[in-house]
């Protein structure tokens, strides 16, 4: 039985690592938000992020127009929400508190994923 162990051990770790092929959408969202937001501050390299959440949104559709003028029509896809607290340095150096955002990113079939909706509270 001991020696039965290991051996169900690596024949778990060898089939969970057969279905890697799909990216995981949902942490790429929360990656490209969190820089998408970053970028939006004065010093984004002082950016601290709390309380984020990931929200899958679900399918949806999309127009796009492309480089040449034609469109694209109903491009099938799924969005995710980003949603948490931002703080980050003013133009004074200071740490300006924290405050909520929230961010949309969306993968559409053959694109790239993508960030559209970017909103961070004033004060």
Do not use: H
């Not at 890697?20 to 992020?49: G, H, I, R």
């Not at 984020?52 to 127009?65: F, Q």
């Not at 909520?100 to 990113?105: D, L």
């Amino acid at each position: 039985m001991k020696r039965m162990i290991p051996a169900l051990l690596i024949a778990v770790v060898a089939l969970t690592a057969c279905g890697e092929d799909e990216p995981d959408w949902a942490a790429q969202a929360k990656e490209m938000c969190l820089e998408a937001v970053a970028n939006e501050m004065k010093d984004p390299n002082s950016t601290e992020f709390r309380d984020v959440t990931v929200e899958d949104k679900g399918p949806t559709t999309t127009n796009y127009l492309n480089d040449d003028g034609t469109r694209d029509e109903d491009v099938p896809g799924n969005y995710w929400s980003v949603e948490g607290e931002v703080n980050a340095k003013n133009g004074f150096g200071a740490m300006v508190g924290f405050r909520g955002f929230r961010c949309e990113a969306k993968k559409s079939e053959g694109r790239d994923m993508d960030t559209g909706y970017v909103n961070i509270a004033r004060r």
